[in-house]
């Protein structure tokens, strides 16, 4: 039988199983995990460009969406990601549900699960709610963004771009820029591009800092064009109002007189840096418009990977599932 | 056991020169024809037809690859799921006629997960199977080829593996069987 084996080793190279069976964090993915994800999304960016953009992988998958907390682009970009693999979506919303009655989130969860689901898409505004509900239902559990914890798949579609755009992400230089204390999407990013081996460096205004922030090992800067001449690639984040319980900083003109980015500030800089923006883009604050549109800006990018990228990691999860 | 070798490589060679005859005398100049390779293996076959067929036809012909991993139907069922191969099918199929290529015809099911991907690009006018080795009376479902290699009748338990250059350093086929069997 020895010598059986080996030829089936072309086949054991093309397949490979991601480290999690629950996608709660960039936190607990391995570089190899995240080099899958982005092998898999390579194959799904593929079929979402086709005439007819769906496969049937998971057709006797069945996924509930739960979000506790507004969205619009990762609800329907988990949604269309789900329904291009065939899979049966349910959707829940905190907004017209009966935790508005006061049922706790693991009733509300196990009442939907005991219709037969086999995978979560959860968004809380709680930090730690995907990873609470992973612990105790049986079901796979993807975090659409946990409070100001993490949003992994964002992180990993701003990887997954910025790999599309420069070649690599090893190596290059990446600065987050704005409300980096009230941001899922900075933590998880900072994750992510580190263990992809790209330096980071946060940039806003010290209250929105947090204070241990370089114990992730991440630079700090204060001023956005001293930022912007060391990146490759810039990331504006927006001001998270519905987080901040105080003001921050004296008012949104100030702000963005220090932090907003403009076409002159981009015109400027002595290399073409490339803008990126996980939405919703609050033109004129963070970003003006003429460099939300300009070529430099592959905003619109990002969003059109974020449904190759899900559909990535709900495939690569789903195999996990057993029957 | 030693392998068996069922195919050395200048039989590899006769049988792909046998194939190509063999598609020209259906397909005439394959104005209308599209050949399309299964992902990973399917398009060694494919490439050594191509080359072939542009020789003796003396114009270039249309070629494709095709992945499947999403349209297997033993998702779920393996360990681990197969990272995809790309898909290579950048032109229209729409009202052509295509010949799909692979390189061993066992149960079947990669050639219905085939139909499957292929369809998603449109409606050819006709579809026609080409397979180096046949393995015959191994058919999980009632998939045939138009065009076969070579045909090998073989226990379950044995494995035929396909070599080529490129990956393995020599063109040749493989019969493998167990011990157990073998007795």
Redesign the interface.
């Known amino acids: ?1 020895e ?2 084996k080996y ?1 089936f080793l ?2 054991l190279n ?4 991601l480290s999690i069976q629950h996608l709660t964090g960039i936190k607990d993915l391995t570089p190899e995990d995240i080099e ?1 994800i982005f ?2 999304t ?2 799904f960016k ?2 979402i460009n ?3 953009k ?5 057709r ?1 998958i069945t996924v509930a969406n739960l979000f506790f907390e507004n969205s619009t682009r990762t609800k329907l970009s988990f949604e269309l990601a789900e329904k291009r ?1 065939s899979s049966d979506v349910i959707n829940f919303s905190s907004s017209s549900s009966s935790v508005k009655k006061g049922e706790t989130l693991l009733d509300t969860v196990n009442n939907i699960l005991s219709m037969k689901i086999d995978m979560v898409v959860i968004r809380h505004p709680n930090p730690g709610a995907a990873l609470y509900l992973s612990k105790r239902i049986n079901a796979t559990v993807i975090n659409a963004g946990d409070g100001a914890h993490e949003h992994p798949t964002q992180a990993l579609l701003d990887a997954y771009s910025i790999r599309e755009k420069l070649g690599s992400v090893s190596g290059k230089k990446v600065v987050i820029v704005g409300d980096i204390l009230h941001s899922r999407v900075a933590l998880s990013n900072i994750y992510c591009l580190q263990k992809l081996g790209a330096e980071v460096m946060v940039c806003g205004p010290t209250t929105l800092i947090p204070k241990y922030i370089n114990e992730l090992g991440v630079q700090v800067s204060h001023n956005l064009r001293e930022a912007l001449e060391w990146c490759d690639v810039a990331n504006m984040l927006r001001i998270q109002l519905e987080r901040q319980e105080i003001s921050f900083f004296p008012s949104f003109r100030e702000y963005t007189m220090q932090f907003g980015l403009t076409k002159e500030i981009l015109d400027s800089l002595s290399k073409k840096i490339i803008i990126m923006h996980p939405g919703p883009i609050n033109r004129g604050v963070e970003i003006s418009s003429d460099v939300a549109d300009s070529s430099q800006s592959i905003i619109l990018n990002q969003v059109e990977n974020g449904v190759a990228v899900r559909m990535a990691v709900i ?2 999860l ?2 996990k ?1 057993e ?1 | 056991m030693q392998p068996q070798v069922i195919l050395n490589e200048k039989q590899v060679d006769l049988t792909l020169r046998r194939l190509c005859y063999q598609l020209i005398e259906n397909h005439n100049d394959f104005t209308n024809t599209i050949l399309i390779g299964f992902q990973p293996r399917g398009i060694f076959v494919l490439e050594r037809l191509k080359i072939k067929l542009e020789k003796i036809l003396n114009h270039p012909i249309q070629c494709g690859n095709i992945d499947i991993t999403f349209h297997r139907d033993d998702f779920r069922r393996r360990e681990r799921p197969i990272i995809p191969s790309v898909t290579n099918i950048d032109f229209d199929i729409e009202n052509r006629n295509i010949v799909l290529v692979d390189d061993v015809l066992h149960t079947g099911r990669t050639i219905r997960s085939g139909l499957d991907a292929l369809l998603a690009f449109g409606r050819p006018k006709k579809v026609e199977l080409l397979t180096l080795i046949d393995r015959r009376f191994q058919r999980d479902l009632p998939i045939q080829a138009n065009y076969i290699g070579f045909t090998v009748d073989t226990l379950i338990s044995e494995k035929v593996s396909v070599e080529w250059k490129e990956t393995d350093g020599k063109d040749q086929v493989f019969l493998f069987t167990p011990i157990e069997s073998n007795e």
């Open positions: 039988m010598k059986t030829f072309h086949q093309r397949m490979n199983n899958i092998k898999t390579d194959s593929q079929v086709r005439p007819i769906k496969v049937p992988s998971l006797d693999l495939y690569l789903a195999a599932i029957r």
